[in-house]
């Protein structure tokens, strides 16, 4: 409980990687696995790589089978632009830090007052 933090201040695949940066780098993290589905994985993998390997951050990439439809389907220009969004933050984030102030360990949620909100957790590949 204490290894894990919950943040809310991305609302996006490149978000995700973009508010987490500062976090990976306080811990020291070196290696990173990504986990995701094989429909996203081309944008997400090349997004990983490159805003998280300009901070010097190996990924090594998962797939979990998606159960029943696919969440998402990825256009060439929905990638395009997010792979050149994560070039130019690869650039501007070696002396630029993003900063998420919704960010708090999982040891300090109510988690039985957190169920009973509106939080939905999507479960696939059995993992959970």
Known sequence: MDHVWLEHCADSTFGNFYFNIPLLRWWGVRKVKLITSPTHLPRAKWMAQILLGAQGIWVEVDTVEEQGIPGNEESLIKTGLDLT??????????????????????????????RQSDFKCEYQGELR
Request: aromatic fraction near 6%; hydrophobic fraction near 45%.
């Open 85 to 114: 969004r994560s070039l130019i933050w690869a650039v501007l984030s070696q002396g630029i830090e993003p900063q998420c102030s919704q960010l708090k360990p999982l040891a300090a949620v109510d988690l039985k007052t957190w």
